[in-house]
Every structure is written in structure tokens, then in C-alpha cells.
């Protein structure tokens, strides 16, 4: 413990906020905040590359530079996921792709990702249709002629991804829309708050301080606890789950049969890998699971945050409505088509937005797996007065991402970055030209980077039929009393709640109203 602490103390010399406390440092602001909250703060007043304190002094690395990203994410496994996040995400994920590290999560990556390819993507695009207009015609039942309704935006839209990624990953119907909710996404919707929101001071100690502790032991802790017995059942449900459908499926998956469903292509996948290039049953399963978990939760959070936005600016809201009637006409009342939604600039400017300013993933925790230099976008002042281009790490050393913040970088995404503005990415250029690449998707690290990047082509195309539907047929208000309290909870996913109704779990009420057909 001694040599870790001291080999991180380069680090020292970084500006940075000062710890509140020796046992904790600076995280509980980091963790008991709202997402983003302490970030943003700390950039203000310390810049993009900063260093601030974990549990007994621990120097760590506090990162929103661009070029340090660059450098972080394009290094391969140098940084690799820190063994808490790392054993989080088993509990939630199993030992998956999300898990898995240098050549075992090559292999997996090499066996999931192209079942989520553009092309495999597009022939998904039916099922996001029909889902979306199950959608409409719910809504459309609830408010009835000329009126208007407060639905709750979290709830609803993770229905409609949890039945889309049901019928276009796996074939299957979980009816979530249909109000026959099912244990699996009720278990979801917990798991995030219940297990990683709001942790108390002794939570925040004990989880980080097991960074210090053998891999088994943590395992174990986590395996045990009490906290995490929330995480445990929404694991042995989507298991069950997925058992289920491969013994139900397993003689057409077992002759490379089945339909266009994601499951299918990627039995496929894995049937033409040699033997020990494939996934094996355990790590299928995690697939399945991990497809599940991050395959609708995310996508629902970020069109609730999108529809928040978009119902707290009617003006916005109506140039999105006009572009998307336009093209309506535009096609005689056909379905949009992926190559619709790309020639829409506003839609794709105001999708862009919804993604910077709300990253579901709002921050990442890597370790470095060797000593390291990481260079700089801009020579920062430390401490002790002298100027530096890049900042050197020693092996083991603790980095927070923070996606939110960098998200939020001026230099990369112009003025006003604290507002709702889809306008930046029309007028204003923004990425800015010769900014250092950083993020797979408009530079943003929403979808992260690197090798362990996020294939957002599925999730870009789901969101922007669902918004599209949603568009066409409603328009969206939201009470100023409800502005004021809802709050950005800081739960490894970021997700809207109503202060003072934490123990509810996400919520988000818009009024909805049938759009006028003049
Ligand atoms: C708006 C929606 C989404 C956002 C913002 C998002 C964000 C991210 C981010 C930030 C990462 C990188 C994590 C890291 O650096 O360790 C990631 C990875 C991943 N995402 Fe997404 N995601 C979204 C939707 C989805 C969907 C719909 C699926 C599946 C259907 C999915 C599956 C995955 C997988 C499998 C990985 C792991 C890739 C790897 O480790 O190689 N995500 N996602």
C-alpha cells in the first residue's frame, strides 16, 4: 500500500482541488454529487488535467484534456479498466466483453461487434419502426382526442427499447409496452440506483479501498454484500432469461439458422471462429445479458434527456417538428429511412446535443498498467510554478475520466457549453477544425474510444426513429415546478430523478399533447 501511494506521487505537483478529508479525499463530492457536478466545478478552476485525492491520500488522475484522452483511450490495454469498475461490471454484466481485457476481450470484441454493423443495423430498422408506433398508438389511447396527459418519459422509453432490443437482438417479445412489465426490467430500472447511486461515506471508502485487496477477495466481497444484492438478482433474472432462449432457440443457433436478430448473427459469428477463437457458453451468456442491460437502458435515458430538453425549449422543439413534417412530405408519408434521418441536419444536430450535454456513461475509471507519459493539448502550470506539456504516471495509477467534463471542453465545443444549443454543430463548425480526434461519434466520448469504444450506429438509428415518431405526432411541455427538481443522479449511468423522491427511481414527467393538424 505504501509503494503504491508513494510511486503515484508525481502527481502531487498537479493543481487540483484540496481533500476534504484524509480518509476520503475528494470523492465523496465526486460520488455523492449530481453527474458532472464536481467536473464541471473543478474544471473551472483547475483546467482539464488535474489531480485529486481517493481514499487515504491516493493521488489520482482527474482527465478531460483532449490530447491526454487521445493518448489515454489510443493505447491499447495501457489503461486498462480499474479492477473496481472492473469487478462492478461482472456483478452487473458477468465475465463479458464489458469485463473482459487485452486478448479475451480482442476475441469477444471480434465476435459482437459486427452483428451491430451499419448494414445489420439498417435491416433492424422495421423493428424500430414498429416499436415506435406501438408507442404513438399508446400515447395517442392515453390522451384521447384533444387533450393532453403526463406520462413519465424514463419509464415509457425503456419499455419500448426493452421490446425493441427484445425482438431485434434476440427474437423476442417481452411485451414491456403491452403493460405486462416484466420482473427482468423492473429489476433493471433498480439496479443502478439501488446498487451504485447515492453511496454513503463508509460505501465509498470500502469500495475503493478494495482496490488494495487480491482480486479474489474483492470477487468474493462483492459476490456477498449486501449493497450489491440488487445487481445479483437483476443478473440471475437476465440469465434466466437467456437461458431460456437458448434452449429455445439452441437447434436453429446450433445449425447457424435463425433470422436477422443480432443473437443469431452472432452464433453465427461464433460458430465460424476456430474453437478458442469463439465466445465460450459462460461468456455467451454474458453477451446475451450485456446486450440486454446496456441495449435499452442506455438509449432511454439519453431520449428522455433529449425530450427534457427539447420540452424546456418549445422554440427548438417546433424547428425540429417543421424539419421532420418537411420530410414527411418530402417521402409521401412513407417510413423514414436511415438515409432520411442523415440528410435532416436538424434532427442530427439536436441528437448530437442531447448526447454531449447528457452522456449516459458519465465517466470512466482505468488504471495504468505501466509506467507512462501522457501528453498534453495545452502546457498547464503546476504547483510549484513551473509550466509542463505532459505529465508523466507511474504504473497503478488511479484515472477518472470524466466524459461530462470533456464533453463540456470549450476548445473543443465552443461557447455556451453549459447550454442546450443543437445550434453549435449548424453554425458554429463545432467539432472545431484541427481539434485533436478523440471520440468515435461528432468527438464527443459519449460513445467512448479507442478499443473499447461503444458501436453506436444501432443506437443512433433506434433513437432517431423513436424521436422522429414521437415528433411527428406529439408535442412535449414540462412544469417549471418539475425543472426545478429534478436532478442529473449520479449512478455509474447517469439518470433523471425528482429531488426528494430518490427511493421512486428515475423519473421524468412531461405533459404530452397531440401536435395540431393545421
Ligand atoms: C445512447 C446509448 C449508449 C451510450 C451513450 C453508450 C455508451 C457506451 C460507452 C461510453 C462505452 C465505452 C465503455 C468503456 O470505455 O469502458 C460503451 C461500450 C459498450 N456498449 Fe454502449 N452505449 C449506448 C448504447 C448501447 C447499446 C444499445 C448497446 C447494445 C445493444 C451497447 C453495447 C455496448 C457494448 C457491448 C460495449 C462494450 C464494448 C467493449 O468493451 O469493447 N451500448 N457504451
Not at 75 to 83: A, I, L, N, T, W
Not at 312 to 339: C, N, T, W, Y
Not at 497 to 511: A, F, V
Request: with cysteine.
Amino acid at each position: 500500500l505504501y509503494r503504491r501511494r508513494t510511486r503515484r506521487a508525481s502527481l502531487t505537483n498537479l493543481p487540483g482541488p484540496e481533500p476534504e478529508s484524509f480518509l476520503l479525499g475528494n470523492l465523496r463530492q465526486f460520488y455523492q454529487g449530481q453527474a458532472g457536478e464536481a467536473d464541471f466545478k473543478w474544471q473551472a478552476s483547475f483546467g482539464h488535467m488535474l489531480s485529486i485525492r481517493g481514499v487515504l491520500g491516493e493521488n489520482c488522475l482527474f482527465v478531460s484534456d483532449p490530447k491526454a484522452l487521445q493518448h489515454i483511450y489510443h493505447s491499447g490495454y495501457v489503461f486498462r479498466k480499474h479492477v473496481i469498475r472492473k469487478e462492478l461490471t461482472r456483478l452487473v454484466a458477468g465475465k463479458g466483453i464489458i469485463w473482459a481485457d487485452t486478448d479475451d476481450h480482442k476475441r469477444q470484441r471480434r465476435v459482437i461487434l459486427p452483428a451491430f454493423g451499419a448494414s445489420e443495423t439498417k435491416a433492424l430498422l422495421p423493428y424500430f419502426s414498429e416499436f415506435a408506433a406501438l408507442l404513438v398508438s399508446k400515447w395517442k389511447e392515453i390522451i384521447g382526442v384533444g387533450s393532453s396527459a403526463t406520462l413519465d418519459m424514463p419509464s415509457w422509453m425503456s419499455r419500448t427499447t426493452l421490446d425493441v432490443i427484445g425482438q431485434a437482438a434476440f427474437d423476442y417479445q417481452f411485451h414491456a409496452l403491452e403493460d405486462k412489465d416484466s420482473l427482468l426490467r423492473q429489476a433493471f430500472v433498480k439496479v443502478a440506483g439501488e446498487t451504485f447511486g447515492r453511496p454513503s461515506k463508509k460505501a465509498i471508502f470500502i469500495q475503493n479501498i478494495l482496490q488494495y485487496a487480491p482480486t479474489p477477495l474483492i470477487v468474493y466481497l462483492f459476490g456477498h454484500a449486501s449493497a450489491f444484492e440488487q445487481a445479483r438478482e437483476t443478473t440471475r433474472l437476465a440469465q434466466q432469461v437467456s437461458r431460456d432462449l437458448i434452449d429455445t432457440k439452441s437447434e436453429a443457433f446450433m445449425q447457424g439458422a435463425g433470422g436477422r436478430d443480432v443473437m443469431s448473427l452472432l452464433v453465427k459469428a461464433n460458430l465460424k471462429e476456430k474453437n478458442s477463437q469463439g465466445l465460450t457458453d459462460e461468456e455467451m451468456l454474458a453477451a446475451m445479458q450485456t446486450i440486454m442491460g446496456a441495449g435499452h437502458e442506455t438509449t432511454a435515458t439519453t431520449l428522455t434527456w433529449t425530450l427534457y430538453e427539447l420540452a424546456k425549449s418549445p422554440d427548438l422543439q417546433a424547428k425540429l417538428r417543421h424539419e421532420v413534417k418537411d420530410m414527411e412530405k418530402a417521402i409521401g408519408g412513407a417510413d423514414f429511412s436511415a438515409a432520411n434521418f442523415e440528410s435532416m441536419p436538424y434532427l442530427q444536430a439536436v441528437m448530437k446535443e442531447a448526447l454531449r450535454m447528457h452522456p449516459v456513461s458519465y465517466y470512466g475509471l482505468r488504471e495504468a498498467a505501466r509506467d507512462d507519459v501522457i501528453p498534453l493539448s495545452k502546457p498547464i502550470m503546476l504547483r510549484d510554478g513551473s509550466v509542463v506539456k505532459e505529465v508523466p504516471v507511474a504504473k497503478g495509477t488511479t484515472v477518472y475520466i470524466s466524459i461530462a467534463g470533456y464533453n463540456r471542453n470549450e476548445d473543443v465545443f465552443g461557447k455556451d457549453v453549459h447550454r442546450f444549443k443543437p445550434e453549435r454543430w449548424l453554425d458554429e463548425a463545432v467539432p472545431r477544425k484541427g481539434a485533436t480526434a478523440v471520440g468515435v461519434y461528432g468527438n464527443m466520448m459519449t460513445f467512448g474510444s479507442g478499443v473499447r469504444s461503444c458501436g453506436y450506429f444501432y443506437r443512433l438509428l433506434e433513437y432517431q426513429t423513436i424521436l422522429v415518431q414521437l415528433m411527428k405526432n406529439f408535442e412535449f411541455s414540462v412544469d417549471a415546478s418539475i425543472v426545478n427538481k429534478i436532478r442529473r443522479d449520479a449512478a455509474l449511468v447517469m439518470q433523471p430523478i425528482i429531488e426528494g423522491e430518490y427511493e421512486k427511481g428515475p423519473q421524468l414527467p412531461l405533459r404530452v399533447s397531440l401536435v395540431s393538424t393545421d
